[in-house]
């Protein structure tokens, strides 16, 4: 009885397994399927992760492309990126010479922010000669001419005791003014006019001659010649100062101009070389992905 039971449960699990086996088969046949390979399960695996190392390369840093019609994949290994006119412009504007070093010419930046460096240089120079005779010069005027000597010459000669007052013009019988009136304080209009109009003649000490209205100064006294070759020499340094700050402002406006063309000159640079375009190619080859470097020109 057992032999029986035993031998018609075989004789089922082997009419179950034939009918799993021809299911199996029929959906294989159906799906087109292959039959099982290790060597075409290994090929799967290599074109899978080389795929992935192209998607990273892709995300990293290089342009991708693709070019479906050739069934290839493409990496632009090359990209340019421009730089900015206006802020090279602002650069050298403000600091001579960093616009065209943000540019890419070190040569011209180191001119540029040379001489603006010899500008200020020359411009401290000549205004500290400058101020240091003046200060000289105001001193020495303190000490030779006498505001007080002025007045009393209004007073003789002219029976008045402000030059803002009329005075009779013997000549013309006539009233007349004086032409020019001395600040209260002592300004640098006061120090200008006392060394420059002769009215004020009578005001240095050492000064012994015929004086306005009624006669020219035909020789100054020799401290009032000193005195106005102090002034001139002051004015001269100061001058300077004032040329060697224009040429500086100058510095700065060309360097701006020229970092701006500079830039320019290097974008276009830029462009005409990033019409070359450098890409790597995975292309399938007997069944393997090989990297192809390919270049190609725009026109």
């Known amino acids: 009885m057992r032999r029986l039971q035993l031998q018609a449960m075989t004789a089922l699990l082997l009419f179950v397994s034939v009918l799993a086996l021809q299911a199996n088969a029929s959906t294989a046949v159906e799906n087109n399927d292959q039959p099982f390979s290790f060597r075409n399960d290994l090929a799967q695996g290599d074109l899978e992760q080389a795929q992935k190392i192209f998607r990273l390369s892709h995300a990293s840093y290089l342009a991708y492309e693709g070019d479906p019609a050739k069934g290839e994949q493409a990496l632009d290994v090359y990209g340019f990126k421009g730089k900015s006119v206006k802020r090279a412009f602002l650069y050298s504007l403000i600091v001579p010479g960093s616009g065209e070093f943000y540019g890419g010419s070190k040569i011209k930046a180191a001119i540029f922010f040379g001489l603006d460096a010899a500008f200020w240089a020359l411009y401290f120079n000549y205004h500290g000669k400058g101020k240091d005779k003046?200060?000289?010069?105001?001193?020495?005027?303190?000490?030779?001419?006498?505001?007080?000597?002025?007045?009393?010459?209004?007073?003789?000669?002219?029976?008045?005791?402000?030059?803002?007052?009329?005075?009779?013009?013997?000549?013309?019988?006539?009233?007349?003014?004086?032409?020019?009136?001395?600040p209260d304080t002592k300004t640098d209009q006061y120090y200008e006019m006392i060394g420059k109009y002769e009215q004020f003649a009578s005001g240095w000490k050492d000064y012994d001659g015929p004086l306005p209205p009624y006669h020219?100064?035909?020789n100054p006294s020799p401290t009032w010649n000193q005195y106005r070759d102090m002034r001139e020499l002051s004015n001269d340094w100061l001058n300077k100062a004032k040329y060697s700050a224009m040429a500086s402002?100058?510095?700065?406006?060309?360097?701006?101009?020229?970092?701006?063309f500079t830039v320019k000159r290097y974008n276009k640079r830029g462009e005409k070389f990033s019409q070359v375009e450098l890409k790597m190619r995975l292309v399938e080859r007997n069944q393997e992905l090989i990297p192809r470097l390919s270049a190609s020109l725009r026109f």
Not at 136 to 146: L, Q, T
Not at 163 to 172: F, H, M, P, S, V
Not at 250 to 256: T, V
């Open 216 to 218: 020219e100064v035909l």
């Open 134 to 182: 003046e200060t000289e010069y105001k001193k020495f005027a303190d000490v030779y001419w006498s505001e007080d000597e002025y007045t009393q010459w209004l007073i003789d000669s002219l029976n008045i005791t402000s030059d803002l007052d009329k005075y009779y013009n013997r000549e013309t019988k006539d009233s007349a003014f004086l032409s020019h009136h001395l």
């Open 249 to 260: 402002l100058g510095n700065h406006i060309l360097s701006a101009f020229d970092a701006a």
